[in-house]
């Protein structure tokens, strides 16, 4: 069955310092990959996602995941950081079997200091 | 392009209680998933359901049930209210030519808090 993995409950960083938040996955079919980020009070957004292809993505406000197959992760980066950043962020994965479920992981929360 | 919408946004419930959460799916999505989210951890699927009949299941027990209507709106029932039950309750909708990769577009959710 398929597992998310989200290696840090919490990351506090300084402003415009580098992040990695971890997500590690369990699955013995292929994947696709997300990374979701929740804002207090809010539903999820879609932040990335990897389907096939490069496996380096990019998303529109300067964050990037890369999957590696070998080492079943999915990390996400961004090389500097704002406040509006702070938020819950959430790896998920789907199987590539047809199926209907996306697992996620228990979350990671970015904290931006000034 | 209206976005997945929930209702109500907060209710409290008394232990042993029923409650029903109503969502419609974004516009041209035929797929609806229902997730729950405890505090400080992340969503857990409990079902999802597709051209009105349930597709899937969580581990979740028979109290937790849904409907899907004609025009793919959903509602999440939950009977016998336990104070376990107390999250937030996301819908999230999927379009037909992205439902196989899992991608979901989620609404803003539903606190229920059960006392």
């Known amino acids: 069955a398929q597992s998310v993995t989200q290696l840090d409950s919490q990351v506090p960083v300084f402003e415009e310092a580098p992040v990695e938040l971890r997500c590690n996955y369990s699955s013995s079919v292929s994947v696709y990959l997300f990374w979701y980020v929740q804002y207090p009070n809010q539903g999820l957004q879609l932040l990335l996602k990897y389907l096939s292809g490069s496996t380096l993505v990019e998303s529109i406000n300067g964050f990037e995941a890369e999957f590696n197959k070998s080492q079943t992760s999915f990390h996400l980066r961004k090389p500097s950081v704002h406040i509006s950043d702070t938020a819950e962020y959430f790896c998920?994965?789907?199987?590539?079997?047809?199926?209907?479920?996306?697992?996620f992981g228990a979350g990671t929360r970015l904290f931006v200091k000034a | 392009e209206t976005g997945v919408t929930q209702s109500p946004t907060h209710l409290i419930k008394t232990r042993g209680q029923q409650v029903t959460l109503r969502c419609s799916s974004q516009?041209?999505?035929?797929?609806v998933s229902w997730y729950q989210q405890a505090l400080g951890q992340g969503p857990q699927f409990i079902f999802q359901y597709y051209r009105e009949e349930e597709n899937g299941r969580g581990n979740f027990p028979p109290r937790f049930s849904g409907l899907q209507f004609p025009n793919y709106s959903s509602e999440l029932n939950v009977n016998a209210l336990e104070l376990d039950d107390s999250a937030l309750y996301l819908c999230?909708?999927?379009?037909?030519?992205?439902?196989?990769?899992?991608?979901?577009?989620f609404g803003e959710g539903s606190r229920l808090t059960v006392l």
């Open positions: 999230a909708s999927s379009h037909p030519t992205s439902v196989h990769t899992g991608e979901l577009f």
């Open positions: 998920a994965v789907s199987e590539n079997t047809g199926g209907f479920k996306t697992i």
């Open positions: 516009s041209g999505h035929n797929t």
